[in-house]
Every structure is written in C-alpha cells, then in structure tokens.
C-alpha cells in the first residue's frame, strides 16, 4: 500500500463546529505531516510527528489540535475555525529524513475545508 | 526559510525544453522536487542530496550545485502530461533530529499543442 487516505474529502462546517479531519497511511512511514494550501499557493507547514511525537508546530493557532493516535494514523481537530481557515488540508509521510533512496513526501488527496 | 523559485510561470508548445530555478540563503540538507496537478496533491518526482548530484528519470533531470543553494529542474522535450504545478523544496534541519520541508512558492507550466 502505497497511498494516504484522508477523509473526508470535503467538509463544511460553521465557525462553532467541532470537526475532525482524519488521515492514514500503511507505508511504515516514521514522519507524518499536516500542510494547508490556499489556492494558487505552495502547501504551508502546520504540524509534524516524528515517531508518533510532535516535534514541529509551525505557530498554529490553537483552534487547530494535532493528534497521533499510533504510526499509521493523524487526526486534525477543529474548533472555532474562521472563515480564512477555508483552504485544501493536505496531510503527507514520510521516512523521516530523506535520504538517497527516498521517495519523499506521499501526500493524501487532501480535504476541502469550508468555514461558513 | 522559504526557497526562492523562477520563473513563477512558463509557456510551452510540445517538444520544447524548460529549467525552473530553486535557490536558498543557506546551505541544504536536500532539494525535494514535486507536481502538482490542478485538483490534485502534489507528486514527488525526485530528491537530491549531495552537491554537485545530478539526478534524472525518463525526460526530467535536476541538479544540485556544490555549495548545496541552488537546484535546478530541466524538462526536455516536454509532454502535454507535463502540464501543473511544480514547487521545490527545501529540507533543513530544525533542530532534535527534526527536518521540515518547506516549498517555493511553484512554477506553473503549461504546455500547448
């Protein structure tokens, strides 16, 4: 297995919801990561985990809430989110540092995120 | 730190060749190279780690000079399949054995018939 899966998809949710968004990969990847892409724009670092530890937080507002259940699995929970937090969630792994056989960063298909 | 890329967007018709520029203030531990088509996540094409490396598949090679600042990605012959977003990036230690990798701000490529 060689992909990230997210879900969902796509999300919509007030500015008083809690939501969660969810992301999964089986590659025995150590290094896992949440991006956040506004349109025409590079993906924008929020989070890494490092052998299930955070070990980056990009000054992420608290309204965002990491969490690394084991290995193979991210959560990223939403509360009180705002209108410009609208944007593409994209969540990655990796084999930690790369290396000359490295195949990077896999990325999920990401989750359209909506604050209304 | 964010790696600065040019040019922000090129034209091609098939058949032509392209070099898109990544370039940083300080030394890297490794150029990462990626696409993006519209819609879709980006897709890792390649890594350098060594300066002076040189790396290639099929019609997309790309470059790391020996101070390890700047990297380079040629498209040869280029491909309608060619066509999105290309962004590099850039891995620098942060610190406990973390590294993070940050993008440029991406080269849109187009190719015409």
């Known amino acids: 297995d060689t992909e990230v899966t997210q879900t969902p998809k796509h999300l919509v949710m007030g500015m008083t919801n809690k939501k969660s968004l969810k992301c999964e990969q089986h590659?025995?990847?150590?290094?896992m990561y949440w991006y956040k892409q506004k349109a025409k724009k590079p993906p924008e670092l929020m989070f890494v985990y490092s052998y299930e530890k955070l070990s980056i937080n990009e000054s992420v507002p608290s309204r965002f809430s990491p969490e690394c259940p084991n290995s193979s699995l991210l959560n990223l929970h939403l509360h009180a989110l705002q209108p410009e937090d609208s944007a593409l969630y994209l969540c990655?792994?990796?084999?930690?540092?790369?290396?000359?056989?490295?195949?990077?960063?896999?990325f999920g298909s990401g989750t359209r995120l909506t604050v209304v | 730190q964010q790696p600065v890329q040019s040019p922000q967007a090129v034209i091609l018709r098939e058949g032509e060749d392209a070099v898109i520029n990544c370039s940083s203030s300080k030394a890297l531990y490794s150029v990462h190279w990626y696409r993006q088509k519209h819609g879709e996540a980006p897709v890792f094409l390649m890594i350098?780690?060594?300066?002076?490396e040189q790396k290639g598949h099929e019609k997309i090679s790309a470059s790391f000079n020996e101070k390890k600042q700047q990297s380079s990605l040629y498209l040869t012959a280029s491909q309608l399949s060619y066509s999105g977003t290309y962004f590099c990036g850039t891995e620098q230690n942060s610190g406990a054995g973390s590294y993070q990798l940050t993008f440029g701000k991406g080269t849109k490529l187009s190719v015409i018939p």
């Open positions: 990655a792994s990796s084999q930690d540092r790369g290396t000359p056989d490295s195949n990077g960063y896999t």
């Open positions: 590659m025995g990847h150590r290094a």
């Open positions: 350098l780690l060594k300066g002076g």
